[in-house]
């Protein structure tokens, strides 16, 4: 048995309803099948990215779509 061994909590919406989605910062968490179709706000170090499973993600770990680095942008200068 792992060293951590907790399991997110899994709430199922009854008809009509609606449910926030599961704030997590366990990035390492596997999607599972019983995952699809919820809401996960994934934190990154610094914001939380929302996310909705699909079936596509079952395998896949929370943290592999919620990017932790931004992307580089060139600032041309102006009047050099």
């Known amino acids: 048995m792992p060293s951590t ?7 199922r919406p009854a008809a009509g309803q609606r449910v926030p989605p599961i704030r997590t910062t366990a990035r390492s968490a596997t999607i599972l099948p019983n995952f699809v179709g919820l809401k ?13 499973v699909t079936e596509d993600m079952v395998g896949h770990k929370l943290g592999e779509f919620s990017p932790t680095r931004k992307r580089f942008q060139y600032k ?4 050099k």
């Open 40 to 52: 996960f706000q994934v934190h990154n170090g610094k914001v939380y990215h929302d996310i909705t």
């Open 5 to 11: 061994s907790y399991s997110l909590p899994i709430i």
């Open 76 to 79: 041309q200068t102006k009047n």
